[in-house]
């Protein structure tokens, strides 16, 4: 199976920053092939979002309110992917939630698509 294991969250000021992580882990003997890695989040009382993605080769997506102030990236040697949050507002607040899609390659190759458990990003006014 493949876990994913978030860390970056916390409370900040509203202009400050912070930088979240998600890094894939597979059970030995696989080999994992990442196709695309977003964040999501939830605000209370609202659904999930994307926040932004970046597919393996491909360009980066991101939501319309974090445009300019947010920024996905990945390291596919570490299965890991980063979001640099800069410039953030109380509206930003919401538990950050990382999903990454792809194959799991072994004595076969199979689909998986993993959520992480969540982290808390709390922005003050």
């Known amino acids: 199976q493949v876990q994913l294991v978030e860390s970056g969250g916390g409370l900040v000021q509203a202009g400050g920053s912070l930088r979240l992580s998600c890094a894939a882990s597979r059970t030995s003997g696989s080999i994992l092939r990442i196709n695309n890695m977003g964040w999501y989040r939830q605000a209370p009382g609202k659904q999930r979002e994307l926040v932004a993605s970046?597919?393996?080769?491909?360009?980066?997506t991101y939501a319309d309110s974090v445009k300019g102030r947010f920024t996905i990236s990945r390291d596919n040697a570490k299965n890991t992917a980063y979001l640099e949050m800069n410039s953030l507002k109380p509206e930003d607040t919401a538990v950050y939630y990382c999903?990454?899609?792809?194959?799991?390659?072994?004595?076969?190759?199979?689909?998986?698509?993993?959520w992480g458990q969540g982290t808390q990003v709390t922005v003050s006014s």
């Open positions: 999903n990454v899609d792809g194959a799991i390659i072994g004595a076969s190759m199979r689909h998986f698509n993993s």
């Open positions: 970046i597919p393996s080769g491909g360009r980066t």
